[in-house]
């Protein structure tokens, strides 16, 4: 339970200077949730983050007018929208990740090659213990 924190923070830092700005750590979760689950609808982004309703829908808007997500109007609803990534919106996720997984495997140069397959291997069992069923069974691949 101590390391847990520790690590987010790091994580959380070197989100924060992938998105140069452009994104609140917040905005980044909702559009990678959005990516994660396109057509996922306002009340699952809401439950996702644990806001209201009015507060995930503004934080959709804003990624909405960022040319980050678009809106698609449900089939069948037309009063609820589905919301998808962009193309700009998945470049955006990639260039945030891609800054955050450098910054990390720097961080982790200091462990030996056992320690890196030792936390490998626990990573692979908490992945297959906490991942969402939503979604997909593919590996951690080592850093």
């Known amino acids: 339970m101590d390391v847990v924190p520790a690590v987010m923070d790091a994580i959380r830092t070197s989100m924060r200077h ?17 990516s994660r689950r396109p057509g996922c609808a306002m009340g699952d982004i809401a439950v996702f983050l644990g806001v209201t309703m009015p507060t995930a829908s503004a934080m959709a808007d804003r990624l909405v007018q960022a040319g980050l997500v678009q809106p698609q109007t449900a089939t069948g609803d037309r009063r609820c929208s589905r919301l998808e990534t962009t193309t700009a919106g998945v470049a955006q996720l990639a260039a945030i990740q891609n800054r955050a997984q450098g910054e990390l495997k ?16 626990g990573l692979a069992v908490l992945w297959r213990i906490f991942r969402p069923l939503s979604e997909s069974t593919e590996p951690i691949h080592a850093p």
């Not at 905005?27 to 990678?32: D, E």
């Open 106 to 121: 720097a961080v982790l140069a200091v462990c030996t090659p056992q320690e890196q397959q030792t936390l490998q291997a």
């Open 18 to 34: 992938g998105v140069e700005g452009s994104l609140s750590v917040p905005q980044f979760r909702c559009l990678n949730f959005i």
